[in-house]
């Protein structure tokens, strides 16, 4: 099992420009998140999916969007980069549905926005 | 809503030192704690959690935790830390029936050989 993984694993883009981030579970969990994480701050939830079909906004939400493309993969789209957006985001993966399941993590994409 | 308070922001420590790292939480409901460990290049894994029963867990590694819900805490503690426990640590809490977390700020510790 690959567990969960993320690409890019780094990428640079310039302002205004958009990205999408990819992040894909073998797990067969039913809920996945995006997190940011930034110095000093920890991680901060940005979008998570409980299951397939329904994506809910965490703390930080603005200047995002997801998409639960099926029950493997969900998707972090940046439409327009800003620099405030600089941070390594983190994919995760849990099931099968309850507040004590582990949270398992992808390696992370390190983004930064000139 | 809930918060989470790491005040430990980085601890450097001696190997065979004692290690106690600080997590306190604020939310008046039922929850669910959790300890997660950030490797040097590795991606986060969790060491340990707890949702109910002994409030004393153990995890991975010769960590454990105490859950002490009058103190709203969820300290991490290791009796003889190695100099592979050099990591960055973060305590995660969530609402029992609710599945995001809401993570500290983390705690970054430095084993000195």
């Known amino acids: 099992n690959a567990g969960v993984t993320q690409t890019p694993k780094f990428q640079v883009l310039k302002t205004g420009q958009s990205m999408t981030l990819q992040c894909a579970q073998d797990?067969?969990?039913?809920?996945m998140y995006w997190y940011r994480q930034d110095p000093g701050m920890g991680l901060r939830l940005i979008y998570y999916?409980?299951?397939?079909?329904?994506?809910d906004k965490g703390e930080v939400p603005n200047g995002y969007n997801v998409s639960r493309l099926n029950k493997r993969e969900f998707s972090l789209r940046l439409e327009s980069a800003a620099p405030s957006q600089t941070s390594v985001y983190f994919c995760?993966?849990?099931?099968?549905?309850?507040?004590?399941?582990?949270?398992?993590f992808g390696p992370g994409t390190r983004l930064t926005v000139l | 809503a809930q918060s989470v308070s790491q005040h430990n922001h980085h601890v450097i420590l001696s190997e065979a030192a004692s290690l106690e790292l600080g997590c306190n939480y604020s939310y008046g409901g039922t929850v669910n704690l959790f300890w997660y460990v950030q490797y040097p290049g590795q991606h986060l894994q969790l060491l340990l959690k707890y949702f109910s029963g002994d409030p004393l867990v153990k995890g991975i590694k010769g960590f454990e935790a105490e859950f002490i819900k009058s103190k709203f805490s969820f300290n991490l503690r290791k009796p003889s830390v190695q100099w592979s426990d050099t990591a960055e640590y973060f305590c995660?809490?969530?609402?029992?029936?609710?599945?995001?977390?809401?993570f500290g700020s983390g705690t970054r510790l430095q084993v000195q050989p």
């Open positions: 995660a809490v969530n609402a029992a029936g609710r599945r995001a977390l809401t």
């Open positions: 999916s409980a299951s397939e079909g329904t994506t």
């Open positions: 995760a993966s849990s099931g099968p549905g309850q507040s004590t399941d582990t949270q398992y």
């Open positions: 797990m067969n969990h039913n809920s």
